[in-house]
């Protein structure tokens, strides 16, 4: 469905932005907002004990210290490299939220973004928080729009589409008119990237996507408030978003998707949050090979797995087969339905342990991958259910199976507050301690009391 020749998308997104206050955001949707922040932070907590967060930090101090936080290092750095290294803290493990039908993780770019500007600018925690609200709501209605199509083309919407949701918070946060937000899609148009290539390889890359398009998205709203001007039709225009990255497939997109229901239906209570550290189309088989693991499935008794997975998922975690099968590294074993299948019929569960090497090249689950199959789910939701089945077949001939239909987390199916809460500690008592953990909690919690800079300061201390 193309949108009408009178139709800006842009503008409509500008207007929003301009006209959206705190009080006219519902209490529900606010609070779980918060939760959905207080989730992103204690994957961000976790993740400083890891490589590539090192790595990334010592990048980052080498092109120069400044005055903007960073998540749980107490370190000092220039605003745009701080919500670099932030938002990457917060993807880095692809333990973090998932839209659905954006296909996108909007929190892992809006909510550095907004924490990071919203900090230099001293604004109240409740702009903040308004802020990551309009970030959210504008990067996963543009993702939707795409159907599922960035995927399949091999552009990550995480990063192309999460800079148009930073550009937007940026510039709210620097009090822009409806017609410099409109200016700075614009030119958001032109920063906005992130490539799949990661996938062949098990490359570090994606962690830093939604990084970037927080510096994509200051960088633009910034130069449209000094008069710098972009094009206007950044959405529908001939070489706009989608028709310059989807190609054919342009065709497939609905761009009522943008603005339906804007300022009525929020789109933060359509967030999926992750129960499993893996990209999100793994879930619902490992959530089913964990149910048979639970059922007294043994592995040695197993001779055939098959997995009904939706069939525009296929490329991403199903093949190729040799690397699915064998996993190198961490990020191959997250995005591999053989190793969250084998994963969870051998010790039932798939969790941070199960990223170790010595997991994913355990004998044991290797035997299992290499007896993992896929075909196409016929029943698949996606892209709201990222449904999934596994069928096992045992050498007494009977078959077992179970079907998630809806996968755990999903707005349909939501992990609760409290299971936000206790996702939270556990992952920030890798890296904290309980007396900091809460304090944390209580700061997010209470956002809308406090101030930018204080949550910010709160959320540095490596103490």
């Given at each position: 469905m193309n949108a009408s020749?009178?139709?800006?998308?842009?503008?409509?997104?500008?207007?929003?932005?301009?006209?959206?206050?705190?009080?006219?955001?519902?209490?529900?949707?606010?609070?779980?907002?918060?939760?959905?922040?207080?989730?992103?932070v204690g994957i961000a907590l976790a993740s400083t004990r890891y490589e590539f967060a090192q790595r990334t930090l010592s990048a980052a101090r080498e092109l120069g210290e400044g005055d903007s936080d960073v998540i749980g290092f107490g370190a000092k750095l220039s605003l745009r490299d701080a919500m670099l290294l932030n938002a990457t803290l917060v993807h880095g493990l692809d333990y973090d939220d998932t839209h659905g039908r954006g296909v996108i993780h909007a929190t892992a770019s809006c909510f550095p973004a907004a924490l990071g500007i919203?900090?230099?600018?001293?604004?109240?925690?409740?702009?903040?928080?308004?802020?990551?609200?309009?970030?959210?709501?504008?990067?996963?209605?543009?993702?939707?729009?795409?159907?599922?199509?960035?995927?399949?083309?091999?552009?990550?919407?995480?990063?192309?589409?999460?800079?148009?949701?930073c550009a937007l918070i940026a510039g709210k946060l620097q009090n822009q008119t409806a017609a410099q937000l409109a200016m700075t899609q614009g030119i958001a148009l032109s920063t906005a990237s992130g490539s799949l290539e990661f996938l062949e390889d098990g490359?570090?890359?994606k962690r830093m996507h939604p990084g970037w398009a927080a510096v994509g998205g200051l960088t633009a709203a910034t130069l449209a408030r000094h008069g710098f001007t972009g094009p206007k039709a950044v959405y529908e225009g001939r070489f706009g978003l989608f028709k310059s990255h989807l190609g054919e497939r342009e065709a497939e997109c609905d761009y009522a998707l943008a603005?339906?229901?804007?300022?009525?239906?929020?789109?933060?209570?359509?967030?999926?949050?992750?129960?499993?550290?893996?990209?999100?189309?793994?879930?619902?088989v490992a959530d089913a090979a964990v149910i048979l693991h639970g059922q007294g499935v043994c592995p040695e008794d197993i001779v055939r797995i098959t997995a009904l997975v939706p069939k525009e998922t296929?490329?991403?975690?199903?093949?190729?087969?040799?690397?699915?099968?064998?996993?190198?590294?961490?990020?191959?074993?997250?995005?591999?339905?053989?190793?969250?299948?084998a994963s969870g019929l051998l010790r039932g569960r798939f969790g941070l342990p199960d990223l170790e090497p010595e997991a994913f090249a355990d004998p044991a689950a290797l035997a299992l991958m290499d007896k993992v199959h896929y075909q196409v789910d016929p029943d698949s939701g996606f892209p709201r259910h990222y449904s999934g089945e596994v069928i096992v077949t045992l050498k007494d001939g009977r078959e077992l199976r179970h079907r998630e239909a809806i996968n755990r987390g999903a707005a349909d199916r939501p992990l609760s507050s409290d299971d936000i809460v206790a996702k939270f500690l556990e992952n920030a008592l890798t890296a904290v301690a309980p007396q900091r953990a809460q304090a944390i909690l209580d700061a997010v919690l209470n956002l809308d009391n406090g101030s930018a800079r204080a949550l910010s300061r709160t959320l540095a201390s490596a103490a």
């Amino acid at each position: 469905m193309n949108a009408s020749a009178d139709t800006n998308i842009a503008l409509s997104l500008a207007q929003f932005a301009a006209e959206l206050r705190y009080e006219s955001i519902p209490e529900v949707a606010r609070q779980r907002a918060k939760h959905l922040i207080l989730d992103a932070v204690g994957i961000a907590l976790a993740s400083t004990r890891y490589e590539f967060a090192q790595r990334t930090l010592s990048a980052a101090r080498e092109l120069g210290e400044g005055d903007s936080d960073v998540i749980g290092f107490g370190a000092k750095l220039s605003l745009r490299d701080a919500m670099l290294l932030n938002a990457t803290l917060v993807h880095g493990l692809d333990y973090d939220d998932t839209h659905g039908r954006g296909v996108i993780h909007a929190t892992a770019s809006c909510f550095p973004a907004a924490l990071g500007i919203a900090a230099k600018y001293q604004s109240s925690g409740r702009d903040l928080l308004t802020a990551y609200i309009l970030g959210m709501e504008v990067a996963t209605r543009v993702g939707a729009v795409a159907r599922g199509g960035f995927h399949q083309v091999g552009f990550h919407p995480t990063g192309l589409v999460g800079t148009f949701g930073c550009a937007l918070i940026a510039g709210k946060l620097q009090n822009q008119t409806a017609a410099q937000l409109a200016m700075t899609q614009g030119i958001a148009l032109s920063t906005a990237s992130g490539s799949l290539e990661f996938l062949e390889d098990g490359a570090w890359t994606k962690r830093m996507h939604p990084g970037w398009a927080a510096v994509g998205g200051l960088t633009a709203a910034t130069l449209a408030r000094h008069g710098f001007t972009g094009p206007k039709a950044v959405y529908e225009g001939r070489f706009g978003l989608f028709k310059s990255h989807l190609g054919e497939r342009e065709a497939e997109c609905d761009y009522a998707l943008a603005t339906a229901d804007l300022g009525s239906v929020w789109e933060v209570g359509e967030v999926a949050v992750k129960p499993v550290p893996a990209c999100h189309f793994t879930h619902a088989v490992a959530d089913a090979a964990v149910i048979l693991h639970g059922q007294g499935v043994c592995p040695e008794d197993i001779v055939r797995i098959t997995a009904l997975v939706p069939k525009e998922t296929v490329g991403i975690v199903c093949e190729p087969e040799v690397a699915k099968r064998k996993p190198a590294n961490s990020y191959e074993a997250q995005f591999s339905v053989h190793y969250a299948i084998a994963s969870g019929l051998l010790r039932g569960r798939f969790g941070l342990p199960d990223l170790e090497p010595e997991a994913f090249a355990d004998p044991a689950a290797l035997a299992l991958m290499d007896k993992v199959h896929y075909q196409v789910d016929p029943d698949s939701g996606f892209p709201r259910h990222y449904s999934g089945e596994v069928i096992v077949t045992l050498k007494d001939g009977r078959e077992l199976r179970h079907r998630e239909a809806i996968n755990r987390g999903a707005a349909d199916r939501p992990l609760s507050s409290d299971d936000i809460v206790a996702k939270f500690l556990e992952n920030a008592l890798t890296a904290v301690a309980p007396q900091r953990a809460q304090a944390i909690l209580d700061a997010v919690l209470n956002l809308d009391n406090g101030s930018a800079r204080a949550l910010s300061r709160t959320l540095a201390s490596a103490a």
